[in-house]
């Protein structure tokens, strides 16, 4: 069993970064893909990023490509969310969710996908 902490959220400026931490317990950490999802008040839970456990690649959604990167040390059984040029709308509460598959280069992006959830970590982007 995966057991997962999300770390790292606050209050920023529109404009500015911030790194999220997902640190997991449990030593199948390294066989699982992990994916990044938010929830804004009122709207349902959206996939962020994700990557699977090979670090072969990842995968972005269109809103955050280019802003956001996310990355794994397996050694330190933790993956990494560091978002850039964060806007309002980017005001969400963020959760890491892990899911252990045996395909090195799964990585799915359905939250009914996964399997161990975070408590998930506040962000707030003021404008």
């Known amino acids: 069993q995966v057991q997962l902490a999300e770390s790292g959220g606050g209050l920023v400026q529109a404009g500015g970064s911030l790194r999220l931490s997902c640190e997991a317990s449990g030593r199948t950490f390294s066989r699982c893909a992990v994916g990044w999802f938010r929830q804004a008040p009122g709207k349902e839970r959206e996939f962020v990023a994700g990557?699977?456990?090979?670090?072969?690649?990842?995968i972005y959604a269109d809103s955050v490509q280019d802003r956001f990167t996310i990355s794994r040390d397996n050694a330190k059984n933790t993956v990494y969310l560091q978002m850039n040029s964060l806007k309002p709308e980017d005001t969400a509460v963020y959760y890491c969710a892990a899911r252990l598959t045996p395909y090195k280069s799964e990585i799915p992006s359905h939250p009914t996908s996964y399997t161990n959830w975070g408590q998930g970590t506040q962000v707030t982007v003021s404008s």
């Open positions: 990557i699977p456990w090979s670090d072969l690649s990842t």
